[in-house]
């Protein structure tokens, strides 16, 4: 809401680090010697390429969280799906060259006895279809879920239990060996993309700079979508729903699109997520996943661009870090950071500091206005 | 509309008695009550004048009926049927003219009568003042009109014959009805100037507001609704930080910015200075020479300033109407509302 | 608070301390050790005696023996005079103990030597069959005889049966006689009538083993009029297990649904009543199944005859653990979030973490294993279906703990205050209540009623630091289902939905079944956002 004033110049200057990211990392990974001072190397850009997708989703969540005030725990879901319909992309491609030499059927597919392929797995040979479902199978979840639920006027908590449900039962599906997604583990095994092999360090290098440009038009959209007249219709919803209500406006079509939009966004995270860490599981499905969505975007400081997006990455830098130094202790300072952040810092990191800035600005402006009323225009009523 | 219910229920009261093959001394004064209602002459001719020719009751229309049972069909069940369908027109007629029409409304909550048979008529262009004790309706009955509540009995029209039980709140407040609410609600995250272009009637598709463009008629009727609600100059200002009576002048430039046909504003200047009570007041009067108003408050003081007809509720049903020295000096009034 | 508490642990202590298995150790003769006498080289008047003996002891076990003695299957070995039934297998014989049947392995068929029989002896042994069960004093004994006769389905058997149900006064016990002489029947060469009124009996009986019985006898038996009534017989029986199915499935949905019902309880108050979404209410549930862990152990190492109390000592312990984390949860942190239902949310969603991470820490990540007492073991059967005692005690323990909280709300001025504050705290509060109090106490009963659902868990489901994650969005959904703030929909609602769940799961199997019922659930939602039982009101979407 501060932001308003400077939305502009501070999503560009985001997009520009973002992209700036996309084009040097990898230079900094491939085109410099391993000894080079400035060379980052391959596993860095692999783990750092895995966050910026995270960005990618607490952006996706941000905007119906931070922007329309529905907290949607069930994200993850829609991250899973895309990484799924890409993962189906990946498994065709591998072809004859799985552990049973099937030219058609994916090895699971072969170890279960089945003799074809679903019609569901129809079209994942190619490429465009797979980008077309990482889109559509979300979007498409996202429309009827959030139709329905909006229509009926299911919100605040409510709204948030059944997303989590949502993704719980998807969860379940997903875990069936008979629902032809490999069960329990799920797809992975993957040799190439577009031709070019998934373990490559070039190849890496370039799935990092597309996620690093998919951000960048996130971030875009989401900038785009929050300043137009629609971003500031959302504000109200969130803010005042039955306000909107009354004067003629529908929050319900609001929140779809909101809704339908960052469902969207997060496939297409889950989509380049998952050839950069070759597999994709029900696991992606749990309740766990889609809640620690919200903590990124929660640290970051939600209602704001930057803060989801450096939310998702100092979050789980941190989370790196820890697992890998003390296991332990993460899951307490998991915990601690929600109680935290809930408790001291509701504005996120970013929102905290435009708030105190902006109240710097309010106080400047009441002195200005002070002078100017001393002229007496308005009888001002006492507060 | 009454005499015709009147003349009906003689009609079914005086079959229910006679067998079909009655005859004898009785039995054109029966039929003369039979078609007192049903006649196609009096279809025409439906004023209270000529009504009251027909209506003398039983022993009036002996000489008449003789000339006209002719023309009367005989059977009950085809009169009664007229009977309601006549009743139906006369109040569309009724109705017609009128901006609200509320006819026996009844609204219960867990057997709670919020609102109990309750009658209401806003004429175009009126502004009307309405006054009750806690708990008499006020509220729920803006939730009827408003669409928010679904009454379980009774009829709401809107400018004669738009059925507002059948519209949710959206369409309901696209038709021209504006809502203030009794606690001030503005968009706190947003400008003053935003409150009210979100506000402006217009297209309310969501893809239009993407893509809407700022253009010059647009800041042209916010200046104007800004210069009424004298907020100009609080233009930038978030709406958090407005006073409370600012804020209620927001709501009801956001009204304004509606431009409605019909305004509902629920208590305005609740927690209000004097000097605020009378600017209100004066905000009001000037709406209400373009549109119709209809005021929920309990200060009398500002009750008088508006210089309206008022009505009272009370217990979900109208207590008392007319002008506010006539129902303030009503004895029921003085017993339920204002005290003695 | 202080009334209600002592009076909700006094009911929940009679509750779990009503009858234990009555124990049925009579001193009897060791039938083991009478057989042996059979061994060596006998008269036919001591193998009689030996029977008779074996006849006294009135020990259905024995049957065995005597059986295999009729029909010329007893042997003694000639090494030891061990006596043994034994069986031909090639050239050897395998040997099994003559009370238990248990297998002893092959020996050469010249170790053996055959208890010698005559038709006076197989006369005798025929008659101690039928006097040693089916006459015996105890009519659960000549129950368990006819039982065993009626799977064994022996034409010999029909006259001491005959002889019995002419002697028999207890109606059940004779109509099982019966039952077992009409297998018998079956098994026979009797005419074909008598067979048509055998399957007429067995139709009555209407069981699964009946079942297989018929089916086996309609497909062996050449006569029309017995085939026809044994088919007759095989349609009614099969309808009458297809009800008993239904049943076993009602059964298993209110076992499931009580289950929901503890785990939603404590949620019923404080997301029902309170309005605080508690996301670490699973972790209450947890822990009250690690009290009962942690107490178990305790019992174990210092005092093992103390087992069977086990539970009693895990309730009122769970309650307080549980409880005690609930309160310091609510006073350090919820109370800063009331009217901020989505952080309170988040925030609780992080002390679940913690608190899982402590217990992971604590504990370790495997499963604990925590006992049942005897009185919680074993099954009994009710028509076809089988009724295990500790879904039994679960269903009553869930109810209990209902009808004390209903209790506790209606009935002791904690639950009135918590009543006055959730309705209109700031009267609440001018009446002199002191609501921070009140908010305390409450969260503090929910979470240690979910403490005492854990201890009823840990029973039943596998004792983890995920226990709780497993049962907090059926919870919720148990509640939202019920509608929010009504207790009696919070039961409806756990009751329907495990039977829905358990009806659901033979056509769509366990994991499809549930995917149905969110999904059912999800719709229901949007027909009636506000549950079963709404609240209605002015004031509900204020």
């Not at chain 3, 029909?71 to 014989?93: C, H, N, P, Q």
Request: aromatic letters at 8%; proline letters at 5%; charged letters at 20%.
């Amino acid at each position: 809401m501060i932001l308003a004033r400077f939305l502009g110049p501070r999503v560009w200057i985001l997009v520009a680090v973002i992209l700036a990211a996309a084009v040097l990392v990898p230079m900094a990974n491939l085109g410099l010697p391993r000894d080079h001072p400035l060379h980052v190397p391959s596993y860095a850009v692999q783990l750092w390429g895995r966050f910026v997708c995270y960005a990618l989703l607490a952006l996706a969540l941000d905007l119906v969280w931070g922007y329309v005030g529905i907290l949607s725990l069930g994200h993850g879901a829609f991250f899973a799906l895309g990484g799924y319909a890409m993962g189906m992309y990946l498994m065709r491609q591998i072809g004859a060259r799985g552990g049973y030499g099937n030219p058609v059927l994916p090895d699971f597919m072969v170890s279960l006895n089945w003799k074809e392929l679903p019609w569901y797995w129809y079209g994942f040979d190619q490429f465009w279809f797979a980008c077309l479902m990482v889109v559509l199978v979300p979007g498409l979840l996202a429309f009827v879920f959030g139709f329905f639920a909006f229509r009926s006027r299911v919100t605040g908590v409510y709204l948030s239990i059944i997303t989590q449900a949502m993704t719980y039962a998807l969860l379940l599906a997903f875990f069936r060996n008979d629902m032809g997604f490999g069960g329990n583990n799920g797809l992975t095994d993957f040799k190439d993309i577009l031709g070019f092999p998934i373990q490559a360090v070039s190849t890496r290098a370039a799935l990092f700079a597309a996620s690093c440009v998919a951000l960048a038009i996130g971030v875009l959209l989401v900038g785009w979508i929050t300043r137009s007249k629609l971003g500031k219709l959302m504000i109200a919803v969130r803010d005042a729903e039955s306000r909107t209500r009354f004067i003629g406006w529908r929050p319900e079509y609001v929140k779809l699109f909101a809704f339908t939009v960052s469902g969207v966004m997060a496939g297409v995270a889950g989509a380049l997520y998952v050839p950069q860490v070759g597999i994709i599981n029900p696991g992606e499905f749990s309740p766990l996943n889609s809640i620690e969505v919200v903590i990124w975007a929660a640290v970051g400081g939600r209602g704001t661009l930057i803060g989801p997006v450096l939310g998702a990455l100092l979050v789980n830098y941190g989370k790196t870090i820890f697992t890998t130094v003390w296991p332990e202790t993460w899951l307490f300072l998991l915990g601690g950071l929600f109680v935290f952040v809930t408790l001291l810092l509701p504005r996120g990191i970013v929102g905290t500091i435009d708030h105190g800035f902006d109240a710097f600005r309010a106080t400047r402006r009441a002195r200005d206005a002070e002078k100017g009323e001393a002229a007496g225009a308005v009888p001002n009523p006492a507060e | 509309m009454v005499e015709t219910k009147v003349a009906g229920k003689v009609a079914g009261d005086v079959h229910t008695l006679t067998t079909p093959q009655g005859s004898g001394p009785g039995k054109p004064v029966r039929n003369a009550a039979e078609a007192a209602g049903p006649r196609p002459v009096e279809e025409r001719s439906r004023g209270p004048g000529e009504r009251a020719v027909v209506e003398p009751g039983p022993a009036g229309p002996q000489a008449e009926s003789s000339h006209r049972e002719p023309d009367v069909s005989p059977h009950p069940y085809a009169a009664l049927m007229r009977e309601r369908r006549l009743a139906a027109e006369a109040e569309g007629r009724a109705r017609r003219d009128t901006l609200l029409y509320l006819s026996g409304v009844t609204k219960s909550f867990d057997g709670f009568k919020a609102i109990n048979n309750l009658s209401l008529v806003i004429e175009k262009g009126e502004m009307r003042a309405i006054i009750g004790p806690n708990g008499a309706g006020k509220t729920t009955m803006m939730d009827i009109i408003t669409g928010k509540t679904r009454p379980d009995r009774g009829e709401v029209f809107f400018n004669g014959d738009v059925d507002l039980t059948h519209h949710d709140e959206a369409a309901i407040a696209s038709m021209g009805i504006g809502r203030k609410f009794q606690k001030p609600t503005v968009f706190e995250s947003h400008t003053v100037e935003d409150n009210i272009r979100l506000s402006l009637s217009g297209p309310r598709s969501v893809l239009e507001a993407l893509v809407h463009r700022k253009d010059e008629a647009e800041r042209e009727r916010i200046e104007a609704i800004l210069e009424t609600t004298r907020l100009t100059d609080k233009r930038k200002t978030f709406a958090a930080n407005l006073s409370h009576g600012q804020k209620q002048w927001l709501e009801i430039g956001m009204l304004l910015a509606q431009d409605p046909e019909l305004l509902l504003v629920d208590e305005p200047v609740a927690g209000m200075t004097d000097a605020e009570t009378e600017e209100t007041a004066r905000l009001l009067r000037e709406i209400a020479a373009t549109r119709s108003v209809v005021v929920v408050e309990h200060d009398m003081s500002f009750v008088r300033a508006l210089g309206v007809k008022v009505t009272c509720l009370h217990e979900g049903s109208v207590l008392s109407e007319g002008s506010l020295d006539k129902v303030s000096n009503d004895p029921k009034v003085i017993e339920v509302y204002l005290g003695r | 608070m202080n009334r209600a508490i002592p009076w909700l642990l006094l009911s929940l202590a009679v509750l779990l301390f009503g009858p234990g298995p009555a124990a049925a150790q009579q001193a009897e003769a060791d039938p083991a050790a009478i057989v042996q006498k059979f061994g060596g080289k006998q008269s036919f008047d001591a193998t009689e005696a030996v029977i008779a003996e074996l006849a006294a002891t009135g020990d259905e076990r024995v049957a065995r023996a005597l059986r295999a003695l009729r029909d010329g299957d007893l042997y003694w070995r000639e090494s030891d005079e061990a006596v043994f039934v034994a069986t031909r297998k090639g050239g050897d014989y395998e040997i099994f103990d003559p009370i238990t049947g248990a297998s002893a392995g092959t020996v050469p068929s010249g170790d053996l030597q055959k208890v010698r029989v005559k038709n006076s002896i197989r006369n005798a042994v025929t008659g101690a069959l039928g006097t040693l069960t089916l006459r015996a004093d105890n009519p659960a004994q000549r129950m368990r005889a006819a039982s065993t006769l009626f799977s064994e389905a022996d034409p010999e058997m029909i006259g001491p049966l005959d002889a019995a149900i002419a002697a028999e006064e207890d109606a059940a016990v004779k109509a099982r006689m019966e039952e077992a002489r009409a297998s018998a029947v079956l098994a026979s060469d009797l005419p074909a009538e008598d067979k048509a009124a055998a399957a007429k009996v067995l139709a009555g009986r209407a069981d699964r083993e009946s079942l297989t019985m018929l089916i086996r006898f309609a497909g062996a038996t050449d006569d029309p009029v017995a085939r026809q009534a044994a088919e007759a017989a095989i349609v009614a029986i099969q309808n009458n297990i297809a009800f008993w199915n239904q049943m076993q499935n009602v059964w298993y949905g209110l076992s499931l649904g009580s289950v929901l019902l503890l785990a939603a309880i404590g949620l019923a108050i404080t997301f029902g009543v309170m309005g605080v979404i508690n996301m670490a209410h699973g972790e209450m549930v947890m822990l009250g199944a690690y009290t009962t862990f942690v107490v178990q152990e305790f019992i174990r190492n210092n005092a093992p005859g103390l087992f069977e109390w086990s539970l009693a000592i895990a309730l009122p312990l769970a309650f307080l653990v549980s409880g005690a984390v609930g309160l310091v949860m609510e006073r350090g942190l919820i109370r800063f979030l009331y009217g901020r239902p989505l952080e309170t949310l988040l925030a609780t969603f992080g002390v679940s973490l913690i608190l899982q991470q402590a217990v992971r820490t604590i504990f370790g990540p495997s499963n604990r294993q925590v006992g049942n007492p005897d009185w919680m073991s074993g099954a009994f059967d009710v028509g076809l279906m089988s009724v295990t005692w500790n879904r039994l005690w679960i269903i009553v323990f869930a109810l209990v703990v209902f009808l004390a909280l209903l209790a506790v709300l209606n009935r002791t001025p904690l639950g009135l205050q918590m009543r006055a504050v959730t309705q209109n705290r700031r009267m609440a509060a001018a009446m002199g209540i002191r609501t921070p109090w009140v908010d305390a106490m409450t969260f503090a009963l929910g979470s240690g009623i979910a403490g005492i659902a854990g201890v009823a868990l840990s029973q039943i489901d596998n004792v983890s630091p995920n226990l709780g994650q497993s049962y907090i969005i059926d919870s919720f959904l148990v509640v939202v289902f019920g509608g929010v703030g009504n207790l009696w929909g919070t039961l409806v609602g756990a009751m329907s939905l495990g039977v829905v769940n358990k009806f659901l799961e033979p056509y769509a199997g366990a994991v499809l079944g549930k995917i149905v019922v969110l999904v059912l659930i999800i719709l229901f939602i949007q027909k009636r956002p506000r549950g079963l039982f709404a609240q209605k009101g002015r004031f509900v979407d204020a």
